[in-house]
């Protein structure tokens, strides 16, 4: 059984850093895609990163790039969101995700297999 868990979530000023924590465990990390996406209420998840197995191929939404970076450690089974010069515009639940069906770094919300339980990011004005 795969579990996600996230961490690193929290409350911070808009043009603070946050970086978020995704551990995995229950199958082999390496072979999993991962991907960050946000959800505020009433909305619906939104892409905002993702990375493939070796790191290689990575993508960003748009709103984000330059700002975040995702990056992952296979040896920890840990991807990351550094989350720099934070906008109120981006607080949300962030939500960990992996996939091994695909193999690169997938922005749909389909592609993806398994789901952590969210971490809360707030950024004040």
């Known amino acids: 059984q795969v579990q996600l868990v996230e961490s690193g979530g929290g409350l911070v000023q808009a043009g603070g850093s946050l970086r978020l924590s995704c551990a995995a465990s229950?199958?082999?990390?390496?072979?999993?895609?991962m991907g960050w996406f946000r959800q505020v209420p009433g909305k619906e998840r939104e892409f905002v990163a993702a990375i493939g197995q070796s790191g290689a191929r990575i993508y960003y939404a748009d709103s984000v790039k330059g700002r975040f970076t995702i990056s992952r450690d296979n040896a920890k089974n840990t991807v990351y969101l550094q989350m720099n010069s934070l906008k109120p515009e981006d607080t949300a639940v962030y939500y960990c995700a992996a996939t091994w069906r695909y193999y690169g770094a997938p922005r749909n919300t389909r592609d993806y297999d398994s789901w952590g339980q969210g971490t809360q990011v707030t950024v004040s004005s």
């Open positions: 229950g199958r082999t990390f390496s072979s999993a895609a």
